[in-house]
């Protein structure tokens, strides 16, 4: 079955990096647009980065950009978020999610929290 699995997240001091990674299964992972989004409690699922299926082209919110990188390695079915620079706000469950364009087919992984803190 189709299976999104995080991991990475942890506890980190401002200023500090993670990377998190997500590894697939059940689906052919070269074919999807892949992205990561984060949410806090009360607040809306957000977009923080996205990577096109073969990797040629990625997108990041503003609140991110220049700190957080996202790739692929399509033959290891995984997308990672690397995450410099860390900062309070940056605080949330980071979740996986992937898109096959045209079509109606939308897979999320269980989330991986993520904690800046001193």
């Known amino acids: 079955q189709v299976q999104l699995v995080e991991s990475g997240g942890g506890l980190v001091q401002p200023g500090g990096s993670l990377r998190l990674s997500c590894a697939a299964s059940g689906f052919t992972f070269s074919r999807y647009v892949m992205r990561w989004y984060r949410q806090t409690p009360g607040k809306e699922r957000e977009l923080v980065a996205q990577?096109?299926?073969?990797?040629?082209?990625?997108n990041y919110a503003d609140s991110v950009k220049g700190r957080f990188t996202i790739s692929r390695d399509n033959a290891k079915n995984t997308v990672y978020l690397q995450m410099n620079s860390l900062k309070p706000e940056d605080t949330a469950v980071y979740y996986c999610n992937a898109e096959r364009p045209l079509f109606a087919t939308n897979y999320w992984g269980k989330g991986t929290l993520v904690t800046v803190s001193s």
């Open positions: 990577i096109s299926s073969a990797g040629q082209n990625v």
